[in-house]
């Protein structure tokens, strides 16, 4: 059977729950089914799928040995899960080069399932086969958060190669695996190179455990990859704190890539993730499936889970470490999220069904202090025979194109594209321009008719403008930010979107702010978390500001025909 072949029925198997999968995991797989389909379809696809690769490096690895556990020993035949991703490395190209198509991998999955292996033998691949087939002398790296953790895939290559007929075309010195004939080699980065800037020229990198990583120092050396096809690997299981760039840059940012409901992309990167969800079920069995594709399969791996929860019952200490390392749960995650993405993704239309013109609009403001995003959101409430509902539309700007393309470097989503297609708007200023916002405001109101009825502020950072808007007769209310004051509004407009009650047009910054959203909670009341200040959410915070006041407002006055009344023989 094709490589192909074997893949797409992995993927309906994990889809169908025959292999019981989380959402990620799901999702990863529609995606691969997905870019299957076009590639056999849809000539202007730019990417196609090479069996012959895919099969080559399925095969490299049937060359290398097991080195511990039952297998010792033993050739390396790839598990469905593993081919998953390692073929998909190899098996998707572009057309235009015939150069693999993917440039980096995230790939989270509780601890024990074969990723030091699954490293170890892409990197011993590349410094052969791909070096010699591309005529370039490689320099690939591994970067633990500490020296230990640098060696674990250099120490794991060599013993892979200790019993393998490809032992003598490689040699150890040190630290350091090298390739006899093309010269390229392997070799683990420690601390003090993140500041020396060894490494600054890899092939690949490869970053493992990323979790443990503190800052991003290591994963910016692939910036400076000079390389025909540079390759960044992130091989990582969940941890506990969330203030990690694992967390809070690569797997909030790979989780949005997967999720169809989110309008980001990244067609050169491959993502999977396998965790389980229920938090409050950690010894069903299913939930442990679907953190670990590899150790859930053969008895003494499901033994060692089954000790290792067994202890976590009976000493609670413990249940932190089984969550994160045997069921790779970033703790917390799940209950601060802010809004069901799949549920705001059904409230998209691509034409708002009734008519705005003459309607009270609610305009909502998040002004940034200096550089950030500032953003602007007009709700205008009408009724559905009995039932209140909302349309929201969203608007964001930034000063100046500098900051444009660092928020895209920064966010890796495509701030300059979104703002080609007119949902943000270059202010051209060293700090956002508030007169600009405020003309864009009057004139979109005035374009489609749109009587404005309260203007809602954040007062932060807006203070003078609210005192200048205010002299010029407007009515300006300011929202304080207080749990008592955002409560109702942060629950509502979510219960909203729930009841499918709230509109909005296509919006891919509004969307990605949705799915950045995270609330704090204090005493049973919520608010969005500001203070999350690397995440983008203030289209979320300036919709909230517009929905606050919008929800009082009675839609039962804009019924009222004036003219029709004055022309009645009713007075």
């Not at 704190?241 to 409901?261: A, F």
């Not at 109101?445 to 009587?451: A, I, L, R, S």
Request: proline content about 4%.
């Amino acid at each position: 059977m094709m490589i192909a072949d074997q893949l797409q029925a992995y993927a309906r198997s994990c889809l169908d729950d025959t292999i019981p999968s989380c959402t990620k995991h799901k999702w990863a797989c529609k995606r691969f089914l997905d870019d299957m389909e076009r590639a056999e379809n849809d000539p202007s696809y730019p990417y196609y799928w090479d069996d012959r690769e895919a099969e080559l490096i399925s095969d490299w690895f049937l060359l290398l040995r097991h080195s511990k556990g039952v297998m010792a020993g033993q050739e390396i035949r790839l598990t469905p899960s593993q081919k998953f991703t390692v073929c998909q490395i190899y098996g998707w190209r572009r057309k235009d080069t015939k150069f693999r198509r993917f440039t980096k991998l995230f790939k989270e999955v509780a601890r024990k399932n074969a990723k030091s292996q699954e490293l170890a033998g892409i990197l011993l691949y590349e410094i052969s086969r791909g070096a010699v087939k591309n005529g370039e002398i490689y320099e690939t790296y591994c970067a633990g958060s500490k020296k230990d953790q640098s060696l674990i895939i250099i120490t794991e290559a060599w013993n892979m190669l200790t019993k393998s007929p490809l032992k003598p075309k490689f040699k150890k010195v040190g630290n350091m695996i090298s390739h006899r004939k093309s010269g390229s080699f392997m070799k683990a980065l420690s601390k003090n190179d993140r500041q020396s800037g060894d490494g600054s020229n890899p092939a690949v990198l490869c970053l493992d455990e990323y979790h443990q990583h503190r800052t991003t120092e290591f994963c910016d050396l692939f910036l400076g990859a000079n390389t025909k096809e540079p390759l960044l690997l992130i091989i990582t299981t969940a941890g506990t704190d969330l203030n990690t760039p694992c967390y809070r840059k690569e797997y909030t940012y790979c989780s949005s890539v997967l999720n169809p409901y989110v309008d980001i992309t990244n067609e050169e990167y491959l993502i999977d993730i396998y965790e389980a969800e229920n938090e409050d079920r950690p010894g069903d069995i299913n939930e442990w499936k679907k953190a670990n594709p590899i150790r859930m399969y053969y008895p003494e791996g499901v033994e060692k889970i089954k000790s290792a929860y067994a202890l976590a019952k009976d000493i609670p200490e413990e249940m932190t470490s089984f969550m994160t390392k045997m069921l790779n749960i970033w703790l917390q995650r799940s209950e601060d999220g802010y809004m069901d993405m799949a549920k705001w993704k059904a409230c998209e239309v691509n034409e708002i069904p009734v008519s705005l013109k003459n309607r009270a609009v609610f305009v909502g403001f998040d002004m940034s202090a200096k550089i950030d995003l500032t953003s602007v959101a007009f709700m205008i409430p009408f009724m559905d025979g009995i039932i209140k509902k909302y349309v929201l539309f969203s608007h964001s700007f930034v000063p100046n194109r500098d900051k444009l393309m660092e928020h895209k470097r920064v966010d890796k989503v495509p701030y300059d594209a979104w703002e080609r297609v007119g949902y943000i708007t270059v202010t051209n200023t060293e700090i956002v321009d508030q007169n600009c916002v405020m003309n864009y405001v009057t004139k979109t109101c005035e374009e489609n008719g749109w009587n404005i009825e309260c203007l809602c502020f954040d007062p932060a950072n807006a203070s003078k403008l609210m005192m200048d808007l205010s002299n010029e007769g407007y009515d300006v209310e300011e929202v304080f930010q207080s749990y008592r004051s955002l409560n109702e509004s942060t629950a509502g407009f979510r219960e909203q979107v729930y009841e499918k009650n709230i509109l909005y047009l296509p919006n891919p910054v509004l969307n990605f702010a949705m799915s950045n959203a995270v609330v704090r909670k204090n005493n049973g009341l919520i608010k969005i978390d500001k203070d999350a200040s690397d995440k983008r959410i203030d289209p979320v915070d300036a919709a909230l500001c517009a929905f606050k006041l919008a929800l009082y407002y009675d839609c039962g006055q804009s019924s009222f025909d004036e003219e029709k009344w004055l022309e009645s023989d009713e007075w």
